[in-house]
């Protein structure tokens, strides 16, 4: 962007948070007929008094009704007179179009009937006027820029009492409210405004007026930030076996799939209806999963037997039932249905110990299964991620998982969001996502709104058992993301759980779904709702903007600034001449950038910039000068002659001879071929990283080396060997750089040479050596903590490391963190069971004493 005008700069600064504050949902709902009478919602604006006036005056508000309820009767408005006389706005949906909302005046209907049409007032607010006219003696009611107008008897200097819905005043007593939504009521008297009640509260039974401070008071109030904010709990069931959920979104409902049943919950009417199977019990398996297809089909699968079962709603039958079977291979599993070719697509998973990365498909004309092989980015293995569908295929974003798909070899939190096309088969990687603080996972679905390009998600860390679900919006085109509504309590257990997100497109609600499987083959169900658009915490506490005489000084004071803005716009210009300064440094308040000493790649804390930059740990990256990702212009070929060069240069330093370089890549080649096809590859290698800077290839000793630069390249794997070849010298910070770079994952996990092989191992064995070395010189009065982080660091390359689980169970349990050693003691004994097949045969005590 330009150094601009300081008055655009200025102006946008003034008027945004003006556009903010109109976007907020805010506002009081209405208990109505969907509850007994004594829980409706009644609202008073003068509690214990009248309001008074002594000229013309017209009280204002906006509306909105909710959808899917049953009866839309009730009062609106009441005013009572002092002298007695009721003056009743009322809706009734049952009326005769164009009329549903009428006026009564005492005993009898006015002549105002109107309407406000069913795609307005169910979808948006809108703006209602009641205009008292002393003088002529005139109610005006204004709606839709439309003005409708009876004769009544009005006295200059009446008082009235103002009541919105249910109120228990005088012989003026109703329970009859209609299920709506209102805000910003407005009173004027003559030209001024008098008071004003926003009705932005998010809890309490006071109504908070802005002019005079004369409060109003709610009864049973239905608070529309509330709702936007927090997620409000709509049903806790059980059930029996291990349920799965699917999600009607045309007819908005939740289907919980048991094993002797079928409940449905509307989430239009709240009901929530159960079926048991004519067809006899289900004998679900864990891991099971459900959905909902274009034709409203309702289907649960078991990809393990490569089982679909479909359920007739008309004969409440499931088509097939599953025999028993082995646990899956396929935990929490992502999945969508694809219209455009009739296909169920499944991806993702875990099972004994393995990430999964396969696509698997099913079609459902021909009921045949197919792997489908996908080109384009690498897919890396996980579990716990989160899939939202569109039209040509599905994005995919983070979860957890390892570069090679196997527990026990770095498996770590994954950030990346990625599309995969349906019809032509690819998965493109679109960005990383950069977490700071507190790792996490995602619930099973996200919601993709591709005309706004954003997304939302549920995240939640997986390393708490009291954990919670959060909902995120993003962005489909740019990292980051924020947080919008309250935290949803979840048990998490590994497999045991589930979650899922889903959207009421009608209903504008978000549907949050957990699931717990508990030992008795039961399932707990919960099901929790939120209104969209979602609000954070920051937007609960705001209030809106209210353009009234008491933002007057707002407007005034926003004139001057630019006024003063314009002069200064001036004067900036003037100085905006060649000076040799920055104009902005002039400022006392501003420091100005200077510049920062080169220091050694090798020695920076945790990994560098994408830039000028090589990754060996994790996926295989190589970002150019610009910071351009070009690992993709090598061929397989140049690829193996790159890392090979790389790692002998780095490992041995010396670089590798051509009769090495012979028998590794061109072994079946006589030695003239070998030395043209060795010729021909190097200068296609040096091709592509002459993109990096202070990067050649040189054959000065006689051995072929890649040197690089120091001071502006980083590459992962040197700053490793630069770490443990000084192992009998390491500090703290060398161990936390180390702990940064494995992070990633193990070394080049997905690339499969013989040669390097070797390597692998050797670079496995050295890191839990160096952690373990250093954790020797770390004393438990000294440092716990950080024997406890050393510990963990291990258990990343080997689960069952003896010597790793007692130093963790003896710093917790100096830590006086009893509970958690225990916990990590019993962890330990369960891996080395599954791998072992036998009990770990040292007691908790003998190892807290040894």
């Known amino acids: 962007m330009k150094t601009g005008s300081p008055l655009l700069i200025l102006l946008l600064l003034f008027i945004l948070p003006l556009q903010r504050s109109y976007a907020q949902s805010y506002g009081l709902g209405f208990y109505s007929h969907e509850v007994v009478q004594d829980q409706r919602t009644g609202l008073d604006l003068s509690p214990g008094e009248t309001l008074c006036f002594k000229n013309n005056f017209e009280i204002a508000f906006d509306l909105t009704l909710f959808t899917a309820h049953k009866d839309y009767y009730g009062y609106v408005l009441r005013l009572v007179a002092d002298n007695n006389e009721n003056i009743d706005l009322i809706y009734d949906k049952n009326a005769k179009e164009n009329s549903r909302f009428k006026v009564v005046i005492g005993g009898h209907f006015s002549n105002i009937a109107f309407d ?34 009876t004769a009544m008897g009005l006295k200059k200097n009446s008082c009235f009492k103002i009541l919105f819905g249910a109120n228990e005043y005088l012989d003026y007593k109703t329970t009859d409210v209609p299920p709506m939504k209102i805000r910003n009521v407005s009173i004027r008297e003559g030209t001024a405004e008098k008071y004003f009640w926003p009705l932005n509260e998010y809890e309490g039974s006071v109504v908070h007026e802005e002019i005079t401070g004369k409060n109003g008071l709610v009864l049973k109030p239905l608070w529309i930030k509330k709702l936007h904010y927090d997620w409000q709990p709509v049903l806790h069931t059980v059930v029996d076996g291990p349920a799965s959920i699917a999600f009607d979104a045309k007819n908005e409902i939740l289907n919980i799939i048991a094993d002797d049943s079928l409940i449905s919950y509307n989430v239009k009417t709240a009901v929530s209806l159960s079926r048991e199977y004519a067809s006899g019990k289900m004998n679900l398996r864990r891991g099971n999963q459900s959905l909902v297809d274009d034709k409203g089909r309702l289907i649960n699968f078991y990809i393990d037997r490569q089982m679909v079962s479909t359920y007739d709603a008309e004969t409440n039958r499931w088509n097939q039932n599953y025999p028993n079977t082995n646990i899956t291979d396929f935990w929490l599993c992502n999945k969508f249905y694809s219209a455009a070719d009739s296909s169920l697509y499944i991806i993702g998973g875990y099972g004994h110990f393995i990430y999964k990365n396969q696509l698997k498909r099913y079609h459902f004309p021909s009921g045949t299964w197919k792997d489908v092989k996908t080109t384009g980015d690498a897919f890396t293995p996980r579990y716990m991620a989160a899939l939202g569908s569109s039209d040509k295929g599905a994005y ?53 709104n591709e005309t706004g390009k954003t997304y939302y998600a549920l995240k939640f860390p997986k390393n708490k058992y009291q954990s919670s679900l959060q909902l995120i919006e993003g962005s489909l085109v740019s990292p980051g993301f924020k947080l919008s ?134 996926d295989l990256q190589v970002f150019d000068k610009q910071g351009t990702e070009i690992t993709r212009q090598f061929t397989p070929l140049i690829k193996e002659l790159f890392l090979v060069m790389l790692v002998y240069s780095i490992r041995w330093e010396r670089g590798i001879s051509s009769e090495k370089l012979k028998e590794l890549l061109w072994f079946d080649k006589t030695e003239e071929s070998a030395r043209n096809n060795r010729s021909v590859s190097i200068v296609k290698l040096k091709n592509i990283i002459d993109n990096l800077d202070g990067c050649t290839i040189s054959k000065d000793t006689g051995y072929w080396k890649l040197n690089f630069d120091a001071r502006s390249t980083y590459i992962d794997y040197k700053k490793y060997v630069s770490i443990i070849k000084n192992k009998k010298k390491l500090n703290k910070q060398d161990i936390l750089d180390l702990a940064e770079i494995t992070k990633r994952g193990s070394f080049l996990p997905n690339v499969n040479y013989e040669w390097m092989d070797s390597f692998k191992a050797e670079i496995s064995n050295e890191i839990i050596d160096t952690y373990l070395h250093f954790a020797h010189s770390v004393t438990i009065h000294g440092d716990a903590e950080l024997l406890i982080e050393l510990a963990n660091y291990i258990f990343y390359f080997d689960s069952v490391n003896e010597e790793a689980m007692t130093m963790k169970c003896r710093a917790l349990a100096h830590l006086g963190k009893h509970t958690q050693a225990k916990t990590a003691y019993e962890n330990f004994g369960k891996e080395y069971r599954l791998l072992y097949n036998a009990d770990f045969d040292k007691r908790f005590n003998d190892v807290l004493n040894s």
Request: proline share 5%; hydrophobic share 40%.
């Open 116 to 149: 406000i049409p069913e795609s307005a007032i169910f979808s948006k607010w809108n703006a209602l006027k009641l205009s008292f006219d002393y003088d002529k003696k005139l109610l005006r009611i204004t709606s839709g820029g439309r003005v409708y107008q």
């Open 485 to 618: 509504g309250s935290p949803i309590p979840y048990l998490f257990h590994d497999v045991r759980s589930y979650a899922d997100l889903f959207y009421c497109r009608e209903s504008k609600r978000f549907i949050a779904v957990t699931l717990y499987w508990e030992d008795n083959n039961r399932t707990r169900v919960s099901v929790y709702t939120l209104n969209a658009p979602p609000i954070d915490k920051e937007g609960v506490l705001e209030s809106p903007v209210h353009a009234s005489a008491s933002m007057l000084w707002y407007w005034m004071g926003g004139l001057l600034l630019l006024a003063g803005a314009g002069v200064s716009a001036i004067i900036w210009s003037r100085k905006k001449q060649p000076s040799g300064k920055t104009p902005f440094l002039e400022s006392e308040n501003i420091r100005p950038v200077t510049e920062h000493p080169v220091m050694d790649p090798d020695r920076v804390n945790g990994i560098q910039e994408n830039s000028n930059a090589i990754f060996l740990f994790g």
């Open 396 to 448: 995919i974003l983070g979860g957890y998982g390892s570069s090679s798909g196997q527990q026990m070899l770095n498996p770590r939190n994954l950030y990346d969001f990625l599309y995969f096309d349906a019809e032509k088969k690819t998965i493109k990687k679109i960005y990383e996502l950069k977490v700071k603080g507190e790792d996490f996972v995602f619930a099973n679905s996200m919601i993709i």
